[in-house]
């Protein structure tokens, strides 16, 4: 996984997102090549996370967007929406080995089918989706390096610095936390829930990078992952709803245990979290003026003391 320092905040602001781009593309070239190795559980989350912060990287940061053409950033969207489908899979199927011991035997044993199901799946997605990334992502990365270490050797140090870039960006994202946060209840749509988890997940990307230059970095990344989790346990119970369609007789015996995780969710939702967007609008705040370079005080202009004309006498 990609790390970094607190040197990158002093760069050019372009240059140091060209360096985080890059970090992540290598990031995701590492994880496509081991999903061919099929005993490696968390390959395709890597490369899930790799792809999301890439595109994150790219659309957040002004001269990085603009550089990086429309077509590379469309098919890097469709790359990562391939993977969609086989990562739905591995989680319900976790779902479902997580919970075992909540289940009689009698009905683990109606769940079989469904979970043979949802293991076949996973394995027809997995390999679809190999061989599109076999297609795809070869060429498109090659092309994209090229693009990111042109606009990186391009960029000059005239830029402001990276930490000022990434400040503003920072306080962005988290208003825009902060007000999809003020509208999250049980009756939002699921599409409204998860693109709060989406918000989430951009700020603690954006965040990542400049982590190590600020002192409560660590905890603030860890609080952004916290509510990224619970939104997610929201999402899955929804997507694994929609998965029960397809297996009747043991939709019953599984729908209560979502009815149930699902209204602990928001209740802890509503407990700890009901000032969320505000509280960590502030923390952002707080964090963006650590980040922003400091401005010098102007120097107090003070007139020269005359000199004193020396007396000529003849």
Known sequence: MAEFTAELLDRPAVQAACAVA?????????????????????????????LRRLRVTIRAYPG????????????????????????????????????????????????????????????????RTQLKLQRWFGKLERRLRRRLAAVQSDAGAHEPPFRA?????????????????GEASPSAAPRELHA????????????????????????????????????GGLTDAHELEVALKDGAEAAAVVASALRVEVTDLF????????????????????????????????RSFQRPARRRRRDVTA
């Open 22 to 50: 890059l970090a992540y593309l290598d990031d995701a070239t590492a994880a496509a090549a081991r999903l061919e190795d099929h005993s490696d559980s968390e390959a395709l989350h890597d490369l899930r996370v790799a």
């Open 64 to 127: 990085l967007h603009e550089s990086v053409p429309k077509k590379q950033r469309r098919r890097l969207r469709k790359l990562a929406r391939v993977t969609n489908s086989a990562r739905d899979a591995e989680v319900q199927i976790a779902w479902f080995r997580d919970r075992s011991v909540r289940f009689t035997p009698a009905q683990r044993a109606a769940l079989a089918s469904l979970r043979a199901r949802l293991r076949a799946r996973r394995r027809r997605e997995l390999a």
């Open 165 to 181: 870039v990434a400040a503003a960006t920072l306080v962005q994202h988290a208003g825009e936390l902060s007000a999809r946060l």
């Open 196 to 231: 709060t988890r989406i918000a989430a997940k951009r700020l603690r990307y954006l965040l990542e990078p400049v982590a190590p230059g600020l002192p409560d970095g660590k905890a603030l990344l860890e609080r952004l992952k916290t509510l990224q989790d619970l939104f």
């Open 267 to 298: 209740t802890k939702l509503k407990d700890e979290w009901s000032k969320a967007g505000p509280d960590l609008e502030r923390e952002i705040e707080t964090a963006a003026q650590r980040l922003r370079p400091a401005v010098k005080p102007p």
